[in-house]
């Protein structure tokens, strides 16, 4: 498998999940952390795969930072923390080893990732711009997005939309998403096909026994080239 990411250009780093954390799925969300840890890189913009982005995060690389950690206000929160879905991050020895350090520390009760950045690199995270990631959600109602700021514009300041109306986008098919919610803003429809429309091509492109329903990297890059030609 790993072959095949580096014959499409994919640049791969190994992750060992800490082994003492005894749930699967939070072990697994904890790999984030690693990102920290790759000082090669004097800046890295982190995105989860559950999500299409609209734009080329071209500028993220170049935006002015006052901190080593840049994301977006978790919005739909009561009380707002950072989100942990999308960083800016420069990489650092001093970050990682905190990292890992509080990721060694939950062995007794699962904690979300978010949680887990917040609390580590509180006095460590600046605010990235409002309105450039968006969950899928504001287009659950016609007229949406209802989260954006005044003046802005979907194509233009909008990088990215995290997929979290009816969990991840590979749970449901674009028409199973249709049945189950029949009177959303077109968008919402669009977003999802967009993201299976790109996964079927990288999924054909995979050897046959390697052709899983996973979201990776270039299905990402492929995305980008069909949003602004479906969302009229």
């Known amino acids: 498998m790993i072959e095949v990411f580096h014959e499409a250009g994919v640049i791969t780093h190994s992750a060992v999940p800490a082994k003492r954390l005894p749930y699967p799925y939070y072990r697994d969300c904890l790999l984030k952390l690693h990102v920290f840890g790759l000082t090669e890189y004097q800046r890295i913009v982190y995105v989860d795969a559950d999500a299409i982005p609209l734009r080329g995060f071209e500028p993220l690389f170049s935006l002015s930072l006052d901190r080593p950690i840049a994301a977006p206000l978790a919005y739909w929160l009561e009380n707002p923390m950072k989100t942990s879905c999308m960083m800016v991050i420069e990489p650092d020895p001093e970050l990682y ?82 049945k189950l919610w029949p009177d959303a803003d077109e968008t919402f429809y669009v977003l999802r096909e967009t993201w299976w429309q790109a996964m079927k091509e ?11 329903w996973i979201p990776v990297s270039r299905a990402l890059d492929r995305a980008t080239r069909f949003w602004p030609t479906r969302l009229e």
């Not at 690199?121 to 007229?143: A, N, R, T, Y």
């Not at 194509?155 to 199973?176: E, I, M, T």
């Not at 990288?202 to 899983?212: F, K, Y």
Request: glycine residues 6%; hydrophobic residues 40%; proline residues 8%.
């Open 97 to 178: 080893a905190r990292a890992e350090a509080a990721a060694r520390r939950q062995d007794k009760a699962p904690v979300f990732d978010m949680d887990l950045i917040n609390a580590v690199f509180h006095d460590q995270i600046c605010d990235l711009p409002d309105g450039v990631m968006l969950l899928d959600s504001e287009w659950i109602v016609k007229g949406g997005p209802r989260h954006l700021p005044e003046g802005s514009d979907t194509r233009q300041d909008v990088f990215y939309v995290h997929f979290s109306a009816q969990g991840k986008p590979w749970s449901h098919s674009p028409s199973r998403v249709r």
């Open 202 to 212: 990288v999924r054909a492109q995979l050897p046959v026994g390697l052709r899983i």
